[in-house]
C-alpha cells in the first residue's frame, strides 16, 4: 500500500519549537547560566483488540487484531535565571496486522516557554499543542491507537511579548500583545473530512493593566483592558473590548470583600458555514458588575465567590483551593464566559498532560461561538504508598449558531496509584463522560445523548534507570440514543526506555 502522508503535522511541529524557542529566548548569551536537559525516548507495544473498528455511531464491527506500536519522542527542559521551557514531542506509528488501512501516524505535542529579555521589563511567552482527537463527543478507542472515522488534528499556539513597569509602592503596570491561533488538519488516517471541521483561526490580543501597590494597604485595586479580534479563514468571526476595574478591601486578614465592575462589548459576524439565530440577541454591549467575598483564614485555604451580571445575564463565579492536609488537597472552580470553539481550543491545555487526573476536552468541536459556564472540581489524597484521585467537570455550552439548541459535557475521572515495591507500581482508573441535548456541529447536528465508560488497570515495572516495562487492560463502551451501544477490550504490553 502507498500511503501519502499530509505535510501540515511536520510544518506544525517545526513552527512551533520556534514559538517555543522565541518564547524562551532561545539562544541565549553564554554568560547566562541556565540547565538545559534534553530526554530522547523510544518505546514499542504490542496491543490486542477485539473491536478493531472502534466504538461510536456504526462502531461495534471488524472484529479483533494485534497492532504493533513505535513511539519515538524526545523532551526539553530550560531552566535559567531568564529562561524556562518545558516541551514534549512524539511521534507514533501504529502498524495494523491484519487491517492494514488503518495503518497510520500520529502526533502529540505540549509545550511552554518564557524569557525575560529586558531585566524585570520585557518578557516573552509562548505556548503551543499538537494533537488529534475525535470531531464528535468523547474517544473512539478504549487506547491512543489510530481510529477508523471522525478524527482530525489540531495544532494551537500562542505567542506574545509583555511589558511591566513598576511605579514605586504606587502601582504595577503591563501592556502585552498576543497572537494566538488554532489550525485543523486532515488525520493520517479515519479522517472526519473538511465539512465537519472548524475553520482554522487567528487572534490578536492587546492587553493592558494597572495594579495597586503596597501604598493603598487594605485596598488593592486593578484595572484591565483587552483589545481582541479573532478572524476565521481570514473572515473576521469577533471583536472582543473589555474595561474591568475590580477591588477587594481586607476587612481583616482573613476576610475580603470584592466589589467589580466594567464594560464588556462582544460582536460576532457571520463567516462561511455560519450563521446566527439573532445578532441582537447574539452580540455583547452591556456593562457588568459583581460582589464578592473572599476568605482565606489560613495560607491553606483560600476560597472566593463573586454574584453580579455579566454578558447581560445573572453571572456566578467561585473557587476554593483547600489543602485539607498535608497529604490532602481540594481544588474547585465555577466560571461563566463567551468564547469561540477556537479561543476554547488554545486555552485547554493541561498543565501536565501526564497528570493521571487530566480531563482531556470531551465536548464535540463546532465552528460557532457560545456562552459557557464551567464547573471543575480536583480532589486528591496519599496514604502510605497509594495515590487516590478524582476529577470532575461540568461544561455548558449555549450556542449562537442557527441550527440546533444547547449541550452539555459532564465528566468523572477516578484514579488510584499504589507503589506496589520501590520499582513496581500499579494504576486503577474509571473515566465517565455523559454528553446530553443536541450537539451542534459545523456541518450538521445530531440530537442523540452519548454516554461513554472507561476503565483501565495496568502494572509498571521500572528495569533499570532507563527502562520500563508496563501491561494494561482497558475497556471502553459507549451508548449513542436508546439503541446504538458498542463496547472495545484491549491489553496492551509495552516497553519504554529514554538515552
Not at 158 to 182: C, E, I, M, N, V
Request: with cysteine; proline share 3%.
Amino acid at each position: 500500500m502507498v500511503r501519502t502522508f499530509t505535510t501540515l503535522p511536520a510544518a506544525a511541529t517545526a513552527t512551533s519549537l520556534t514559538v517555543l524557542a522565541l518564547a524562551a529566548g532561545l539562544p541565549v548569551p553564554a554568560a547566562q547560566a541556565q540547565e538545559v536537559r534534553i530526554t530522547p525516548s523510544a518505546s514499542i507495544s504490542e496491543e490486542w483488540t477485539d473491536n478493531v473498528g472502534g466504538v461510536g455511531r456504526g462502531g461495534g464491527g471488524g472484529g479483533s487484531d494485534l497492532i504493533t506500536t513505535l513511539n519515538a519522542g524526545a523532551g526539553i527542559t530550560v531552566d535559567g535565571a531568564r529562561t524556562d521551557l518545558n516541551a514534549r514531542y512524539r511521534l507514533s506509528y501504529d502498524q495494523y496486522i491484519s487491517n492494514n488501512e488503518l495503518s497510520g501516524m500520529r502526533h502529540n505535542l505540549a509545550g511552554n516557554g518564557s524569557y525575560e529579555l529586558v531585566d524585570d521589563h520585557l518578557f516573552i511567552d509562548g505556548r503551543t499543542t499538537i494533537s488529534q482527537r475525535n470531531v464528535g463527543l468523547g474517544a473512539l478507542t478504549a487506547s491512543e491507537r489510530t481510529a477508523s472515522s471522525g478524527q482530525t488534528g489540531i495544532w494551537t499556539y500562542a505567542l506574545g511579548p509583555t511589558w511591566r513597569q513598576r511605579f514605586s509602592d504606587f502601582a504595577d503596570a503591563s501592556l502585552g500583545y498576543r497572537l494566538s491561533g488554532s489550525t485543523f488538519f486532515a488525520a493520517d488516517v479515519g479522517d472526519a473530512g473538511d465539512s465537519s471541521r472548524p475553520s482554522d483561526s487567528i487572534g490578536h490580543e492587546v492587553n493592558a493593566g494597572l495594579a495597586s501597590g503596597d501604598t493603598f494597604g487594605r485596598l488593592s485595586w486593578n484595572l484591565t483592558s483587552l483589545l481582541g479580534n479573532y478572524y476565521n479563514d481570514g473572515d473576521l468571526r469577533q471583536e472582543r473590548r473589555t474595561v474591568d476595574l475590580g477591588t477587594e478591601y481586607r476587612i481583616s486578614p482573613e476576610v475580603g470583600v470584592i466589589l467589580r465592575g466594567g464594560y464588556d462589548d462582544i460582536q460576532f459576524y457571520e463567516t462561511e458555514g455560519i450563521s446566527r439565530r439573532d445578532a441582537n440577541e447574539e452580540n455583547v454591549s452591556a456593562p457588568f458588575w459583581t460582589v464578592g467575598l473572599r476568605y482565606n483564614p489560613s495560607p491553606n485555604l483560600n476560597t472566593r465567590v463573586e454574584v453580579g451580571r455579566r454578558f447581560e445575564d445573572p453571572y456566578y463565579s467561585g473557587e476554593i483551593g483547600w489543602d485539607i492536609t498535608s497529604r490532602t488537597n481540594l481544588t474547585a472552580s465555577y466560571t461563566m464566559d463567551v468564547v469561540t470553539q477556537q479561543q476554547a481550543l488554545i486555552e485547554s491545555q493541561c498543565a501536565d498532560p501526564d497528570d493521571p487526573l487530566c480531563l482531556p476536552l470531551e465536548e464535540a468541536l463546532t465552528n460557532d461561538s457560545f456562552r459557557r459556564k464551567t464547573l471543575s472540581v480536583r480532589f486528591t489524597h496519599r496514604y502510605e504508598r497509594t495515590t487516590y484521585g478524582l476529577s470532575g467537570s461540568w461544561v455548558e455550552r449555549e450556542f449562537n449558531l442557527d441550527r440546533g439548541t444547547d449541550d452539555s459535557t459532564l465528566q468523572f475521572l477516578a484514579s488510584v496509584n499504589h507503589n506496589l515495591t520501590p520499582s513496581t507500581s500499579g494504576v486503577l482508573q474509571i473515566g465517565y463522560t455523559l454528553g446530553d441535548t443536541t450537539t451542534s456541529r459545523t456541518a450538521a447536528a445530531t440530537s442523540d445523548d452519548v454516554q461513554s465508560l472507561r476503565g483501565n488497570v495496568g502494572v509498571t515495572h521500572q528495569f533499570t534507570e532507563k527502562l520500563t516495562g508496563s501491561l494494561s487492560y482497558s475497556h471502553l463502551r459507549r451508548e449513542e440514543g436508546d439503541d446504538d451501544t458498542s463496547s472495545e477490550n484491549s491489553i496492551i504490553a509495552r516497553l519504554s526506555a529514554t538515552f
